[in-house]
């Protein structure tokens, strides 16, 4: 068990990359989308303003997933640390993370609400559609979403450390197929209408349900994967 | 009594492909010795220390440190120390970090000695890793696989890219430190005469194969080059095995495989033969490899029929 923290503090030997970084992403984000606003009520834009920068730290935990794989499990195997601890250390401290940013969005979310969206009428963290459900969910959401992205680019950098390019060019390919052949199905049996009639009718709890199950899928997976690879 | 075994195999067998990289090798080191792990670049050196360090698993056999199978196992991997000689860092590293990171693992980390080392060997602590040149690299693992103090450290190729001066600087702290802090070291090299006098065993691996698991001074012995007139020189050694032969005129100089007693000496002399020992390297070379040229001069001289 003590191991399993001793990799979580490795993992932070470089605060930057699991800290630094996303607050810098959001931050940046957050700054950028309040300007724009600022200029748009300036303007004379009136309505309700809506910003989607509240995703963009989201996308930068896929290259983490990655890279928190691809450079430091080599180094962990010289650090005479078992596959098992490396992966319990790596996926527990980036689910603190992502808790601690989730709670963060949410209190954000309170604020913006409080403040009229920031004076100027914006949603930037309280979106409706999410900001609707109760705190839980609303965590939740969050989490679910960071930590899907994190086990995508985390599962496809375990298949490469294990099969190397050859896994990854069988991984996609079989990818690609599985999609195009939902499309083709989708699509000969004219049931795209249906399917988003259906899709309308998701709800954030729905979207978090399904969503941390295929995140303990993927983790589950890249967990078995990682247990032969090789550095 | 005899002490538990620190690294055993039997049998261990790994195969990339179409290659063998290890074909069927029982071994046995003991604890507190150093071990020369010798052999051309690829013939399954790193292979074998990723096994015996859980990094890689075999395909078939066993392999055992301190009575435990490495892999996976945590409390035995704790024990090790391997920083392979390609060892990758996290991008984003500098030299400290992979320090302050070696420290949270091992548990005999000792931080002056990692101190005196970096100054010993001129690294700049606050550079990237990537940014080091191929000496340097090789400083940052030599400096690890040395501050751990592991039980088991293996060395991969320590030397590549470290000058003369960093290379005996290497050589004697590890010497000086091994004798205070007694451990299972494994040092695998491909310059023979360089790390020859600080190994107490030798193993020399060829094609995935042990063909040479011998005690350092006892290998030594094993041999000796006679240098003389042609014909005395033929007559002396008789049909003694012959690792070597080198002709100029009517001198000749000829290794053989015996060990020579007192009258035997005696008898060279008399005859006006020179006797000189031979270098490990040589040994290892001539002996080693003979065994996969005189197979390759058969197949040679089958082909032919």
Not at chain 1, 79 to 93: E, K, Q
Not at chain 2, 60 to 88: N, V
């Amino acid at each position: 068990m003590n191991r399993v923290i001793k990799v979580a503090r490795m993992q932070l030997i470089n605060k930057g990359t699991f800290i630094g970084i996303p607050l810098i992403i959001l931050g940046a984000s957050f700054l950028f989308t309040l300007a724009i606003w600022w200029l748009v009520r300036r303007n004379g834009g009136d309505g309700a303003m809506y910003g989607g920068g509240a995703q963009a730290p989201m996308w930068y935990f896929l290259a983490l997933g990655i890279q928190s794989l691809t450079l430091t499990f080599p180094f962990s195997m010289a650090m005479s640390i078992s596959r098992r601890t490396f992966y319990l250390g790596t996926v527990a401290l980036f689910s603190v993370c992502a808790l601690a940013l989730s709670v963060f969005y949410y209190l954000m979310g309170l604020l913006e609400v409080a403040t009229d969206g920031w004076g100027m009428g914006g949603q930037f963290f309280a979106l409706q559609w999410i900001a609707d459900n109760d705190w839980l969910v609303q965590i939740l959401f969050y989490f679910v979403l960071m930590v899907l992205l994190f086990m995508i680019g985390f599962l496809a950098a375990t298949i490469y450390m294990r099969w190397r390019t050859t896994g990854m060019v069988a991984f996609f390919i079989c990818l690609g197929v599985l999609v195009l052949g939902i499309i083709a199905l989708f699509t000969f049996t004219n049931f795209w209408d249906e399917f988003w009639s259906w899709a309308l009718t998701w709800t954030a709890a729905g979207v978090t349900l399904w969503g941390g199950i295929v995140a303990l899928l993927m983790a589950g997976g890249s967990y078995l994967t990682l247990r032969k690879a090789t550095a | 009594m005899p002490r538990t075994t620190a690294i055993a195999t039997r049998e261990l067998s790994k195969t990339y492909k179409d290659v063998k990289a290890l074909d069927n090798v029982t071994l046995d080191l003991e604890p507190d010795r150093i071990y020369g792990l010798l052999g051309r670049n690829g013939a399954g050196k790193t292979t074998l220390m990723s096994i015996l360090t859980g990094q890689n698993y075999a395909d078939q056999g066993t392999a055992e440190i301190f009575g435990h199978a490495p892999f996976e196992h945590d409390p035995t991997l704790s024990r090790i120390c391997f920083i392979r000689e390609s060892q990758k860092y996290p991008d984003d590293f500098k030299v400290h970090q992979a320090f302050e990171s070696a420290a949270l693992f091992f548990e005999n980390w000792d931080d002056d000695l990692a101190q005196e080392l970096v100054e010993a060997f001129a690294l700049p602590i606050k550079r990237r890793i990537k940014k080091l040149s191929r000496g340097q690299l090789s400083a940052v693992g030599v400096i690890i696989g040395m501050a751990s103090r592991a039980d088991i450290t293996f060395f991969d190729e320590p030397y590549l890219g470290l000058d003369a001066v960093a290379r005996q600087i290497f050589y004697d702290r590890l010497v000086e430190d091994f004798a205070e802090y007694p451990r299972t070291i494994v040092l695998s090299s491909h310059l023979i005469d360089e790390v020859a006098n600080l190994l107490e065993h030798v193993i020399v691996i060829d094609k995935g194969q042990i063909v040479i698991d011998s005690d350092a001074e006892e290998l030594r012995g094993t041999a000796v080059t006679v240098t003389g007139d042609t014909a005395k020189v033929q007559e002396f050694i008789g049909t003694a095995q012959v690792l070597h032969r080198d002709a100029l005129g009517a001198l000749a100089s000829v290794t053989i495989k015996a060990k020579l007693d007192a009258d035997q000496r005696e008898q060279a002399k008399l005859m006006g033969l020179d006797l000189s020992p031979v270098s490990l390297q040589q040994l290892v070379v001539r002996s080693a490899l003979s065994g996969s040229t005189a197979q390759r001069t058969e197949e040679r001289t089958e082909a032919r029929k």
